[in-house]
């Protein structure tokens, strides 16, 4: 679908609707949790030349891609003139909602739909879409993974290893604890030096896109940044449910421009916030910054020509990873072969390497045996061919573009992309159901915790990338207008 209507108004809204009780019902132990702030679905209904897409963004971890079909299915069919192909879903990936894709269905899609409908009821004229790009440095988000050396690569997780000297991240004591979890001796770890930082390249980038109404105000927009939910982490903070900073920084946006904003996660498989802390107060200051970010800025807003819809998907073929096993029990045997060998190693640093290769090869043979076993990322049939069809989407407001993968996307996977489209691109992740870490062929053979959940072969990204960018709109002289 690609509609050019030039001089006519598009169409614009948007609605929330709270979820919290969705998780509540299929996790009825969750009501001791503290409940931080209502989990929402936050739906943007567009529609122009008699064609329409609608956007829903959900405060959870994530969702399987059979669940994301239900959705897209339940919220088509109460729009009625909505195909589910151009109805797309987010997760916002806050680590205090569910991890495990236990969600009561039928409140979803009950609640997806009525958030789609009083969006598009309560859609009003747009004639331009806004768009500010911030580059927020280190200041905000950091890439977790430590260069390749001696000890390989580390994927510094949450909280652990949070050192914020405005520098960088040193995760020296987070990969001595790991070490000795890989059944590395004390004199062993006492060898293990630091500094170990975070320091490859991050995606720095903060994303605003407004839709002003043609008779004054807004009447939708969208933020995306690149960073894990998991400063409220009910796995490091407290038992709890919230929306973590995404929430926070949505709700500042929303008072400021008087319109719902969604969020989107960016390509945040390498990323996390650069927190000092657990808890509200941090949460609140990673997201309030981000907002000031860009609400200081608002003068710099780009205004676009909304006289074009752009509806655009592909299904790319991807392989599983040429060691993914073949049957729940082939894991089993592939796990204690590697235990035995892990177990024979001679003390000594020079394997302190080869010790943490193994345990992480355990744990990826663990998490395909969970697929193999039911776990909502393959399914069957996937599992037999070895190969699964992955969607990626583009969504074109004007020359304003969304361009969103499934799984947990590396941002290497995405950065420069936007060089060759017809203006700016915004690259979202937790797209329609998720994957598993979708990781590049030099990360993946660096190793790091994402690699144990990494289930699809090295070339699957270089197809998904490759079939984003020929959807994005090649670069015409972009046309301004004054606002």
Same mark, same amino acid.
């Given at each position: 679908?690609?509609?050019?209507?030039?001089?006519?108004?598009?169409?614009?809204?948007? /609605?929330?609707?709270?979820?919290?009780?969705?998780?509540?019902?299929?996790?009825?132990?969750?009501?001791?949790?503290?409940?931080?702030?209502? @989990? *929402?679905?936050?739906?943007?209904?567009?529609?122009?030349?008699?064609?329409?897409?609608?956007?829903?963004?959900?405060?959870?971890?994530?969702?399987?891609?059979?669940?994301?079909?239900?959705?897209?299915?339940?919220?088509?069919?109460?729009?009625?003139?909505? =195909? =589910?192909?151009?109805?797309?879903?987010?997760?916002?990936?806050? &680590?205090?909602?569910?991890?495990?894709?236990?969600?009561?269905?039928?409140?979803?899609?009950?609640?997806?739909?009525?958030?789609?409908?009083?969006?598009?009821?309560?859609?009003?004229?747009?004639?331009?879409?806004?768009?500010?790009?911030?580059?927020?440095? /280190?200041?905000?988000?950091?890439?977790?993974?430590?260069?390749?050396?001696?000890?390989?690569?580390w994927c510094l997780m949450q909280s652990q290893?949070?050192v914020d000297n405005g520098e960088f991240v040193?995760?020296?004591?987070?990969?001595?604890?790991?070490?000795?979890?890989?059944?590395?001796?004390?004199?062993?770890?006492?060898?293990?030096?630091?500094?170990?930082?975070?320091?490859?390249?991050?995606?720095?980038?903060?994303?605003?896109?407004?839709? =002003?109404?043609?008779? %004054?105000?807004?009447?939708?927009?969208?933020?995306?940044?690149?960073?894990?939910? #998991?400063?409220?982490?009910?796995?490091?903070?407290?038992?709890?449910?919230?929306?973590?900073?995404?929430?926070?920084? /949505?709700?500042?946006?929303?008072?400021?421009?008087?319109?719902?904003?969604?969020?989107?996660?960016?390509?945040?498989?390498?990323?996390?916030?650069?927190?000092? +802390?657990?808890?509200?107060?941090? *949460?609140?200051?990673?997201?309030? %910054?981000?907002?000031?970010?860009?609400?200081?800025?608002?003068?710099?807003?780009?205004?676009?020509?909304?006289?074009?819809?752009?509806?655009?998907?592909?299904?790319? =073929?991807?392989? @599983?990873?040429?060691?993914?096993?073949?049957?729940?029990?082939?894991?089993?045997?592939?796990?204690?072969?590697?235990?035995?060998?892990?177990?024979?190693?001679?003390?000594?640093?020079?394997?302190?390497?080869?010790?943490?290769?193994?345990?992480?090869?355990?744990?990826?043979?663990?998490?395909? *045996?969970?697929?193999?076993?039911?776990?909502?990322?393959?399914?069957?049939?996937?599992?037999?061919?070895?190969?699964?069809?992955?969607? #990626?989407?583009?969504?074109?407001?004007?020359?304003? &573009?969304?361009?969103?993968?499934?799984?947990?996307?590396?941002?290497?996977?995405?950065?420069?992309?936007?060089?060759?489209? +017809?203006?700016?691109?915004?690259?979202?992740?937790?797209?329609?159901?998720?994957?598993?870490?979708?990781?590049?062929?030099?990360?993946?053979?660096? %190793?790091?915790?994402?690699?144990?959940?990494?289930?699809?072969?090295?070339?699957?990204?270089?197809?998904?990338?490759?079939?984003?960018?020929?959807?994005?709109?090649?670069?015409?002289?972009?046309?301004?207008?004054?606002?």
């Open positions: 679908m690609n509609v050019a209507v030039p001089a006519a108004f598009a169409l614009v809204g948007a /609605c929330i609707e709270i979820i919290t009780e969705a998780l509540i019902i299929a996790r009825p132990e969750w009501r001791e949790r503290d409940v931080v702030d209502d @989990l *929402r679905v936050t739906a943007l209904y567009a529609e122009l030349g008699g064609e329409s897409v609608c956007l829903l963004s959900y405060d959870i971890c994530e969702l399987s891609r059979g669940q994301a079909a239900r959705l897209k299915h339940a919220v088509s069919q109460e729009l009625d003139t909505t =195909p =589910p192909d151009r109805v797309h879903v987010f997760c916002s990936h806050t &680590h205090s909602s569910s991890c495990e894709n236990d969600h009561d269905m039928a409140f979803l899609e009950s609640k997806s739909s009525q958030a789609a409908r009083k969006a598009r009821d309560a859609a009003e004229r747009v004639q331009t879409v806004e768009f500010l790009r911030v580059d927020t440095g /280190c200041k905000y988000a950091i890439n977790r993974r430590t260069l390749d050396g001696p000890l390989g690569t290893g949070c040193d995760g020296t004591a987070w990969v001595r604890d790991r070490m000795g979890g890989y059944g590395a001796t004390p004199d062993e770890l006492a060898g293990i030096s630091g500094p170990l930082p975070a320091t490859r390249k991050n995606d720095p980038y903060l994303d605003l896109v407004l839709f =002003p109404k043609a008779d %004054g105000g807004y009447a939708a927009g969208l933020v995306r940044f690149t960073a894990h939910a #998991v400063i409220c982490s009910a796995g490091y903070w407290r038992p709890n449910l919230g929306r973590d900073y995404p929430g926070q920084l /949505c709700d500042r946006l929303g008072q400021e421009f008087g319109c719902p904003i969604l969020f989107l996660q960016g390509p945040c498989g390498d990323h996390r916030p650069r927190h000092r +802390a657990v808890g509200i107060e941090e *949460r609140d200051r990673i997201a309030n %910054g981000l907002a000031k970010e860009l609400i200081d800025r608002r003068g710099a807003l780009q205004a676009f020509p909304f006289d074009r819809l752009l509806n655009a998907a592909a299904s790319v =073929p991807c392989p @599983l990873a040429e060691d993914f096993p073949l049957t729940p029990a082939d894991a089993q045997e592939k796990i204690d072969q590697a235990r035995e060998r892990l177990s024979a190693l001679p003390h000594g640093a020079r394997y302190l390497k080869t010790r943490k290769e193994l345990a992480e090869r355990i744990a990826f043979l663990n998490h395909a *045996r969970l697929a193999l076993s039911g776990r909502a990322y393959l399914a069957p049939d996937e599992i037999a061919q070895r190969e699964a069809r992955l969607d #990626v989407s583009c969504v074109g407001f004007g020359n304003v &573009h969304i361009l969103s993968f499934p799984g947990e996307l590396f941002s290497t996977v995405s950065m420069g992309l936007e060089n060759d489209a +017809a203006g700016p691109t915004v690259v979202a992740s937790f797209a329609d159901g998720v994957t598993g870490y979708l990781m590049p062929p030099e990360d993946r053979a660096e %190793g790091g915790y994402e690699r144990t959940w990494a289930l699809f072969a090295p070339e699957a990204v270089a197809g998904l990338r490759g079939a984003a960018k020929e959807m994005l709109p090649p670069r015409p002289l972009i046309a301004f207008v004054e606002r």
